[in-house]
């Protein structure tokens, strides 16, 4: 996390199933962090999987169109520095 989006922390309210919870829980205290640092783990690897998935999909495009130029990857590759 940058630190600029660390001085910006949200609380939210999250619905789930109370045996996902328990299992939240779980896993959490084998990790020996806390249910807040797990589900925030879990997040930012989620979000890093996508921008990842959005520049597979750009050289899978680039690939794919042998009269394409860079311009669509450097399109993506900016989507996902600007999404961070």
Same mark, same amino acid.
Do not use: C, W
């Given at each position: 996390?940058? #630190? ?5 922390? $949200? %609380? @939210?309210?999250? /619905? ?8 939240? $829980? $779980? !896993? #959490?205290? *084998?990790? /020996? ?11 930012? *690897?989620? &979000?890093?999987?996508? /921008? %990842? #998935? ?6 899978? &495009?680039? +690939? &794919?169109?042998?009269?394409? +130029? @860079?311009? +669509?990857?450097? !399109? #993506?590759?900016?989507?996902? @520095?600007? /999404? +961070?």
């Amino acid at each position: 996390m940058l #630190a600029a989006e660390k001085a910006r922390i $949200r %609380q @939210v309210t999250l /619905r789930i199933p109370d045996h996902l919870l328990q299992e939240a $829980r $779980r !896993t #959490a205290h *084998r990790r /020996r962090i806390s249910l807040n640092a797990l589900l925030r783990e879990v997040l930012e *690897r989620l &979000a890093e999987e996508d /921008r %990842q #998935a959005i520049l597979r999909d750009a050289y899978d &495009a680039l +690939g &794919a169109d042998a009269d394409a +130029g @860079v311009e +669509g990857f450097v !399109t #993506a590759q900016r989507e996902v @520095v600007r /999404r +961070g």
